[in-house]
């Protein structure tokens, strides 16, 4: 069975920085890419960024480009996202993802992050 | 860059059918993912690849794709299908390639 564990999550001022973690297991993790979408409370969901299995590439959305930096440890089973330069905005519930068919995703339960002004 | 479009709620009583639809330029050229999310609880993939169900999701739950409309079809619904819904494509047409997710639909079992 799939598991994604996030944390790393908190409270941060405007302008800080935060590194999220998320371990996986029940899976071969270097066979997948992975994935990092946020929900602001009450709203929708925003994608942010993606990474493939061997971490060669990676693709950000337009609001967090320059920011945030993705990044994976296939040795430790685990995805990162460092947040800089984080704004009020940026406050959301993080969650990291297994990709599957076609990019679609296969969730974890997410990480508060909140960006105090 | 790619939109998705889908109504902001949805309501059918008990037993009937639910269809929630998810509009995009040319969505049907795309392969489309709809996701369920309960209060409090993450996402979780109920339909991928247009009309292909991951394992444990019953066969009320279909989906179809084609021209400039997806459509997600909950059969017999019950009460505890009541849920945001969101749709979801990978977008590699722009110059910021990435997923991209519909504003979700709120499915209310009267």
């Known amino acids: 069975e799939v598991q994604l564990v996030e944390s790393g999550g908190g409270v941060v001022q405007s302008g800080g920085s935060l590194r999220l973690s998320c371990a996986a297991s029940g899976f071969t993790f270097d066979d997948y890419a992975m994935h990092w979408v946020r929900q602001t409370p009450g709203k929708g969901l925003e994608w942010v960024s993606l990474i493939s299995g061997d971490g060669v590439s990676t693709y950000y959305a337009a609001s967090v480009k320059g920011r945030f930096t993705i990044s994976r440890d296939n040795s430790k089973n685990s995805l990162y996202l460092q947040m800089n330069s984080l704004r009020p905005e940026d406050t959301a519930l993080y969650y990291c993802?297994?990709?599957?068919?076609?990019?679609?995703?296969?969730w974890g339960q997410g990480t508060l992050v909140t960006v105090s002004s | 860059s790619y939109v998705l479009t889908q109504p902001p709620s949805v309501s059918v009583a008990p037993g009937q059918t639910a269809r929630i639809t998810c509009g995009g330029n040319?969505?049907?050229?795309?392969?489309v993912h709809w996701y369920q999310q309960k209060p409090g609880q993450a996402p979780v993939l109920v339909v991928y690849?247009?009309?292909d169900r991951p394992s444990g999701i019953p066969e009320r739950f279909s989906g179809s794709n084609s021209g400039n409309t997806a459509t997600l079809t909950i059969s017999r619904v019950e009460a505890g299908d009541e849920a945001d819904y969101y749709c979801q494509v990978w977008d590699s047409s722009s110059d910021h390639p990435g997923v991209v997710f519909g504003g979700g639909t709120k499915l209310t079992v009267l």
């Open positions: 690849d247009d009309s």
């Open positions: 040319n969505i049907g050229s795309k392969s």
């Open positions: 993802a297994k990709e599957g068919h076609s990019r679609s995703l296969v």
